[in-house]
């Protein structure tokens, strides 16, 4: 539910209008929820709720810290939005490592818990845990419910299922999330970004020099193996 009009002040306190600042991200996050099945919705419940036993404590807490730079508290966790939060924990159950044989939460889902739900289900979550960040500028709007994307890192272009992205995003903005590639299709994981145009150069050229000093230390580096140690960045 959208919390304000669109001329209305931000509810954030940055003193502008509603629609210049966080109209579209809250826009985003009511499709994100309106556009999952159920059964995704309950994988997806039970997937964040797992991530956050107790014997994840000590992870979750050292991911937080590297994915937010040590600029907040945990203690004050829920000033950051549940929207941010979220996308947090996208990112720590699919790329933190969260024990010493280099294993991530979804990998220990699976081995526990993946029995529970059907075949499609279990398919879903193979293609979630071979899934990586990445980062695309929109290049049209094919239909209601698949998009056109360029691939800003690895300079390659692609189609995705995306009935969010299609009803949200405009051409030449950039997003930034997982892409999941399931049977023959190309999907965005929930927690997708939508930046402006104005990060395509700035950002890009962050992550690709990033990149480079990982294959500096990194023998026979790829972007796959770069953006599942450094999603965060």
Known sequence: MLRAKRNDPCPCGSGLKYKNCHMRADQ???????????????????????AQLPRFNT???????????????????????????????????????????????????????AGRYPPEGQALLAAWAASTMGLWRVLAIVSAERVSLVD?????RLEVYSPMLAHNARVGDIVAGRGVHLGDNTLLAPMVSLLP??????LGDYVRN????????????????????????
């Open 28 to 50: 985003l996050g009511a499709s994100r929820e309106a556009n999952l099945s159920g059964g995704e919705a309950l994988l997806l419940t039970d997937l964040y709720q797992y």
């Open 59 to 113: 992870p979750l807490f050292e991911a937080f810290n590297l994915y937010w730079g040590g600029s907040f508290d945990v203690a004050a966790a829920d000033a950051l939005g549940q929207e941010n939060l979220r996308a947090m924990l996208e990112w720590f159950i699919h790329d933190y490592v969260v024990d010493g044989e280099g294993r991530h939460v979804i990998d220990l889902f699976i081995a526990d818990r």
């Open 152 to 156: 800003l890192l690895r300079e390659e």
């Open 197 to 202: 145009s104005e990060y395509e150069q700035p």
């Open 210 to 233: 990033a990149y480079r000093l990982y294959a500096e230390d990194h023998y026979q580096a790829s972007w796959e193996a770069f953006l599942r140690a450094n999603g965060h960045l």
